[in-house]
């Protein structure tokens, strides 16, 4: 526990840093501005893409799709290094504990914060992403319900988390 709480403070002052680095392009708001929330992109019933950004977000946390073969994409839109503001996207079976997940995934940095010990309770998931880079994965579905997805680098699943709901 403690290992996980001095890497997630570790990751914030990364964060931090990076962030005031760069405090001369632009300027932050006094208030945070509050994001809207917007559907991912259906292209096909079962072919879905969703963004995610420097900002530890997801475009939509909500995915639809029918049950059958799903065709996903990730766009990491940001612009800062994957050491720094990776992301991934994980869809897990139903029932996962998702807390004792996301510590074990903290400490997974040598394969890119996907447990080794958790295989069995991950669906599909995408590789870990840097600003700019996706990825497209495939897998199947067979049963009709609703599956969790997260970002499983440190510290993002707070805020970079969803539901895929296969009808």
Not at 5 to 19: E, G, H, K, Y
Not at 103 to 124: C, F, H, M, R, V
Not at 129 to 146: C, V, Y
Request: negative net charge.
């Amino acid at each position: 526990m403690k290992k996980f709480i001095r890497l997630s403070v570790l990751v914030s002052i990364i964060t931090m840093a990076t962030a005031c680095k760069n405090r001369n392009e632009t300027t932050v708001p006094e208030t945070t501005p509050v994001t809207e929330q917007t559907e991912a992109i259906t292209t096909s019933a079962n072919t879905l893409e969703i963004e995610s950004t420097d900002q530890m977000q997801y475009s939509t946390n909500e995915l639809k799709a029918g049950v059958g073969t799903i065709k996903l994409t990730l766009q990491h839109t940001g612009t800062m290094d994957k050491a720094v503001m990776g992301h991934n996207l994980i869809i897990l079976k139903p029932g996962t504990d998702i807390a004792a997940f996301t510590q074990k995934a903290a400490l997974a940095k040598a394969t890119d914060y996907i447990p080794e010990s958790e295989k069995g309770n991950i669906i599909a998931h995408t590789r870990l992403l840097g600003g700019g880079e996706s990825d497209t994965i495939e897998f199947s579905i067979s049963e009709p319900g609703t599956y969790d997805f997260l970002c499983s680098f440190p510290g993002h699943a707070a805020l970079m988390k969803g539901k895929l709901v296969v009808e």
